[in-house]
């Protein structure tokens, strides 16, 4: 079953780069990885997704592995607008959201 | 600034009522998902449909759950009879090609059901 895993929650100090892990070591080849975000009460909010290479958007940089069993999603200058939960999904495992990670970025 | 729009935004009824939300999709994508979010479950994929035609409705109980795409700017879903079980918030999102699992959640319809 092609989900992925988060740790449940970190915490990063504002102004500093936040860095979430996310395992997916049984994505197929032409899966991609996706990143959301879900601020309390909203509804959840695309942020990136890669194949193979690096990405990096206006929001955050996705890196991923050379073997692709693992990314992290890197945030460079944390806020405190940025505390959210963060999902990590491959589009081989039918939008599987998980429990993603909290974020708290603290003061 | 374009986005998806869901109607009503709150939703109280009373067990064994008809329930029916609304989801207008960004125009131009043919990807439309629903999902239902609870503390217990999270978040859970419902049904998604691509150019208006139902791809997978796997996570919705049949018995009392559908969904359909009238037109390609509105989609909903309905429960009838409602059950207190089904107290939860409801997700549209719509996507677009090449990728539709870019995914533009809309800001939910809170349902609680008496």
């Known amino acids: 079953d092609a989900k992925t895993t988060q740790p449940p929650s970190m915490d990063c100090a504002e102004g500093r780069a936040a860095n979430l892990p996310c395992n997916h070591s049984?994505?197929?080849?032409?899966?991609?990885v996706y990143w959301y975000r879900q601020i309390h009460s909203q509804g959840p909010q695309y942020i990136i997704h890669?194949?193979?290479n690096n990405e990096t958007n206006e929001m955050a940089s996705l890196i991923i592995t050379e073997d692709r069993k693992s990314s992290t999603l890197i945030l460079p200058h944390a806020t405190l607008r940025d505390t959210a939960v963060y999902y990590c999904i491959n589009t081989g495992n039918q939008f599987y959201f998980g429990t993603g990670t909290s974020l708290t970025v603290i003061p | 600034d374009a986005r998806v729009t869901q109607t009503p935004r709150h939703k109280v009824t009373e067990m064994g009522q008809e329930v029916t939300m609304r989801c207008q999709p960004i125009l131009g994508h043919n990807t439309v998902f629903w999902y239902r979010q609870t503390m217990m479950q999270g978040l859970e994929l419902l049904a998604y449909f691509r150019n208006r035609a139902p791809l997978d409705d796997s996570g919705m109980p049949k018995d009392r759950f559908s969904a359909e795409m009238p037109d390609a700017t509105l989609a909903t879903l309905k429960i009838q009879p409602s059950e207190p079980r089904d107290s939860a918030v409801y997700f549209c999102?719509?996507?677009?090609?090449?990728?539709?699992?870019?995914?533009?959640f809309g800001p939910g319809t809170r349902l609680l059901v008496l």
């Open positions: 049984t994505i197929s080849g032409n899966e991609y």
């Open positions: 999102a719509s996507g677009p090609d090449p990728f539709p699992e870019t995914q533009y």
């Open positions: 890669g194949l193979k």
